[in-house]
């Protein structure tokens, strides 16, 4: 015979008599079993918990870190906005540069480089591609180019400005007054004959200083029966002027004179008809009028 329990459920107290349950051996297994798959189901419910709270804190991890992305991604736009910018300002300054270049290139009229700034051309007529960057990268490319463009413009004008150092571009008296032009003019000494007048005359007071008009060499420093004390200066490239009827001369033959050296002071010695200072100039030896080189 088989064992059998009970179970007895006692109601609360006067209620009901209390209820027995019977059963047997193989009720008991099924409660035994019944209660161990309730353990294991709580027990895979804890896991799928925990299992999914890691999942949520996966998840919640991405979406912090997206919008990080999103915000870094924002940032970059801006940035990108910033370098778009500064490239469009960096191609307006090398669009003035290349213009500026030019406009020097044809004033100092310097030959094309080979190969500091690429493709560069001179003249106005004949003006090189304005170089547009498409970033900043090639900016500083064109940039590296001009820079080098830059430099061969800065020897350029030394050379330039030593070549205008030595042109006769100043007037040799600060206190003169044009009195005689250059040519043909009538005798000053009477007459009804005419003479060439080899150079420009400025009137000024007996003694005023005289000023190189340009750097040279001074050739000669002596007086001559025509034209008193007379000093010459040879400025080279065939260049050459001279300062006559001086009541002396400070500069000596062998002397070399910069641009607006005091070299002697004006007169009225040789054939003169008053305190007056003669400027001349020729050019590989044939006399022109010393005031040609003022306005170029
Ligand atoms: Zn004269």
């Not at 992305?69 to 469009?88: D, F, G, Y």
């Not at 669009?95 to 270049?101: G, T």
């Not at 560069?120 to 990268?137: I, M, Q």
Request: aromatic share 8%.
């Amino acid at each position: 015979m088989k064992k059998r329990y009970s179970i007895i459920i006692v109601p609360p107290e006067n209620e009901k008599k209390p209820h027995q349950i019977e059963f047997t051996i193989t009720v008991k297994k099924i409660l035994i079993a019944g209660a161990a798959l309730f353990l294991l189901a709580v027990s895979l419910l804890a896991v799928a918990n925990v299992i999914q709270a890691a999942y949520i804190n996966g998840v919640q991890q991405k979406i912090a870190y997206n919008e990080a992305l999103e915000k870094e991604i924002e940032a970059k736009k801006l940035e990108i906005e910033r370098l778009t910018e500064m490239t469009a300002a960096i191609n307006a300054d090398l669009q003035a540069i290349a213009e500026y270049e030019s406009e020097i290139n044809s004033v100092l009229d310097i030959a094309p480089s080979s190969g500091g700034a690429a493709e560069r051309s001179r003249g106005s007529s004949d003006r090189r591609e304005v170089p547009v960057a498409g970033n900043l990268d090639e900016a500083a490319v064109h940039v590296a180019a001009y820079t080098q463009s830059m430099k061969e413009i800065y020897s350029a004008s030394l050379v330039f400005n030593e070549k205008l150092r030595h042109l006769p571009t100043i007037y040799p008296v600060k206190n003169g007054v044009l009195s005689s032009n250059y040519g043909y003019r009538a005798n000053p000494f009477g007459g009804s004959s005419s003479e060439f007048h080899d150079g420009v005359d400025f009137s000024c007071p007996y003694g005023s200083p005289v000023y190189a008009a340009a750097a040279g060499t001074v050739t000669s420093s002596s007086y001559e029966s025509g034209w008193g004390y007379r000093l010459i200066i040879d400025h080279g490239n065939g260049v050459v002027t001279f300062y006559a009827h001086n009541s002396s001369n400070l500069a000596q033959a062998g002397d070399v004179v910069d641009k607006g050296e005091l070299i002697a002071y004006s007169g009225n010695s040789g054939r003169s008809t008053g305190s007056h200072l003669h400027f001349g100039a020729s050019i590989n030896g044939a006399s022109v009028n010393p005031l040609s080189f003022f306005n170029k």
